[in-house]
């Protein structure tokens, strides 16, 4: 039987993280898939590059922005200052939604503006509950229900006050107000980078410190026995010290035999269509939120509007309950029906689509509640006690950045026993 010190499950950014920070060589990632990256895959097709829906890079640790950005060779990395807009009746509204209601129409304003006043003054019992206590019933209704219903998929009355973590951009009376006269619309990524390559190129950088047989393509881990501390794959049995897994968090739980509920972890999962046009559309925009129900995507954006080019050149999503079922054909459906609803909003007019490609994230966005928080961390430290640590977006099943699993990967790595390799900052 093989033996390794670390075995990490899942080649995406978070495993990868892992395998180049830790000091030991004696570290195996196993990948199902035939190629590394995870969500962070890029697509290059009739000249038009791609990624898995917008996978956009902010940095707050300049150091680990340099560590990646040293290790790109001749890439350029372009540094962007986004535009994004809200699609409200036909209209474009600054992003985000709750502090520019100033730009509605008057009578709009003026319900906003008077329901954010009389808003009720108490702690919010769940994720919806807190868009009407925290901005009144016109805000919450107009946009942050319709479109968080639209990207979750779910009744947001069970998902937990803080659901979305700083990635929510909270905003009080003071600051909506101050912002009908001087716009400030900062949030976590009011600039952000993106390599001329693709999202792919961040992946690479990662993975050239971890040597090519490291990594076991096409070798997914079925099965892990804690008690022997052996772990089952589709081609052989490996003995490890521990294992880094960043697996959805429920699908380790099974693979390990812990008793869990399966209802605890619910989701959503997005279909994300890429859509090439032969030639430019709206100029200058990167994203747009669409609260509207009767168009199908929440969320568009426009990747030729941050390379400068002369092709609209787009990724459209669309988000759909955990048990929706998303086969070829659907596929075919939707795809019809975003071009359809890509005519409306008036995104595409006599445009000819040139190329396109279809992803389904499954799972995309975690359903955190009180439940799956107490759940997970229970869950964790018994995992622990067997060498087992789950990380990254979906191992620690929650909401955040890719900068965000870096971090977590290195500080995990650094507690197993790391020491800085030469070429870290
Ligand atoms: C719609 C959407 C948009 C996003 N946009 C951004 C953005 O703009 N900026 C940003 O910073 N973040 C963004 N993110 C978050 C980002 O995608 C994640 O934080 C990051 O990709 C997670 O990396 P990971 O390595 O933890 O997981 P993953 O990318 O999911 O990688 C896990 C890997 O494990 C493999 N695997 C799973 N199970 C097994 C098994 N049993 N055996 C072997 N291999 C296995 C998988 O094939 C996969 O390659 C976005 C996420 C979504 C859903």
Same mark, same amino acid.
């Given at each position: 039987?093989?033996?390794?010190? @670390?075995?990490?499950?899942?080649? %995406? ?14 570290? $195996? ?17 009739? &000249? ?6 917008? @996978? ?45 209601? @100033? ?19 108490? =702690? ?13 019933? &016109?805000?919450?209704?107009?946009? $942050? ?19 979305? &973590? ?31 390559? %693709? ?9 050239? !410190? ?26 052989? =049995? ?11 968090? %429920? ?20 279909? #994300?269509?890429?859509? %090439? ?55 075919? =459906? ?19 689509? #040139? ?20 759940? #997970? ?8 006690? @067997? ?7 979906? !191992? ?30």
């Amino acid at each position: 039987m093989d033996t390794v010190e @670390h075995l990490v499950i899942g080649a %995406g950014v978070t495993g990868l993280t892992f395998a180049d920070w830790v000091d030991s060589d004696d570290t $195996l990632v196993c990948e199902a898939l035939p190629e590394i990256g995870g969500y962070c895959r890029t697509i290059h097709k009739e &000249g038009f590059t791609w990624d898995f829906s917008g @996978h956009f890079f902010h940095f707050k640790h300049p150091d680990i922005e340099k560590y990646l950005v040293d290790r790109m060779d001749d890439q350029v990395v372009r540094t962007i200052v986004k535009q994004s807009q809200v699609h409200y009746k036909g209209n474009l509204v600054d992003f985000p939604f709750q502090k520019n209601i @100033h730009q509605l129409p008057h009578e709009e304003f003026l319900e906003c503006l008077v329901d954010l006043f009389e808003k009720e003054d108490r =702690e919010p019992d769940n994720f919806r509950d807190m868009l009407y206590v925290k901005f009144g019933r &016109g805000i919450a209704e107009k946009f $942050l229900i319709p479109y968080n219903e639209k990207l979750y998929a779910t009744d947001l009355a069970q998902l937990d006050v803080d659901a979305m &973590g700083r990635f929510f951009p909270y905003a009080n009376v003071e600051d909506i107000v101050r912002n009908f006269r001087k716009a400030d619309n900062q949030s976590y990524n009011s600039t952000f980078t993106y390599p001329e390559g %693709g999202a792919i190129q961040y992946v690479q950088a990662i993975a050239k !410190g971890v040597r090519p047989e490291q990594i076991a393509l096409n070798e997914r881990v079925l099965s892990i026995d804690l008690e022997r501390k052996v772990a089952r794959t589709n081609t052989r =049995e490996i003995q490890y010290k521990t294992i880094v897994s960043t697996t959805p968090f %429920g699908k380790l739980l099974q693979m390990a035999n812990v008793p869990h509920d399966p209802a605890v972890y619910t989701y959503n999962k997005v279909l #994300v269509f890429n859509l %090439g046009f032969d030639r430019k559309g709206p100029e200058g925009l990167h994203w747009i939120y669409y609260p509207d129900r009767d168009l199908c995507f929440y969320r568009l954006g426009f990747y030729d509007n941050i390379f400068g080019t002369d092709r609209m050149s787009m990724y459209v999503e669309l988000g759909y309950p955990a048990d929706a079922p998303i086969n070829a054909e659907i596929v075919e =459906e939707r795809k019809a029906q975003v071009l359809l609803d890509l005519k409306k909003a008036g995104i595409v007019t006599d445009h000819q689509l #040139v190329a396109d490609h279809s992803v389904l994230l499954d799972p995309a966005y975690v359903h955190i509640t009180q439940q799956s928080l107490q759940d #997970v961390e229970a869950k964790k430290a018994l995992l622990k006690e @067997h060498d087992v640590y789950s990380i990254g977006r979906y !191992g620690s099943w929650t909401y955040c950045s890719i900068e965000d699993n870096i971090v977590e990967a290195r500080a995990l790595a650094d507690m197993l026993g790391a020491s800085p390799t030469e070429d870290s900052p």
